[in-house]
């Protein structure tokens, strides 16, 4: 990861700044209601990347109950990754990694058994990086996204 890059909570002060790096690096943009009741929800798996002061990259996940999206009819504790984001600049340097990888120790430490996220299916660059780490395509969800863009459902095992 980049030198000098922190990983830190979320705390309520960063909320405008995770809000800018939300509308410039995503398509999918929440109301500020929506990063708070998040965060109070899972407060440990909301994380910031942080730069000289800068907040540059964020990651924020909830805990849910549910069938395994990897073993058929078995009940269990998943991570949903929700929203990752870095800004431009910081791409490529090993900062989203960071996140997701520092989200995972997390959600396994509060008792996720495995973590899922969904990711626009032309999305090569970050499918490739969560490859990279471990997850695996589970499906295609077809027209998840607002414009009608599918999706790919990818996992991981965190046991």
Known sequence: MLAGTLLRRFNEWDLYSVIEINRWCLPENYVPSFFIETFRRCPSAFIVAEMGGQLIGYIMCRMEGGFSNIVR?????????????VLPE???????????????RVLRGIGADECYLEVRETNDGAMGLYGKLGFSRARVIPRYYANSADAVLMVRSLS
Do not use: D, P, W
């Open 73 to 85: 009819f078995k009940f269990v504790q998943k991570g949903h990754i929700i929203s990752v984001a």
């Open 90 to 104: 910081y791409r490529q340097r090993g900062i989203g990694s960071g996140l997701v990888g520092a989200v995972m």
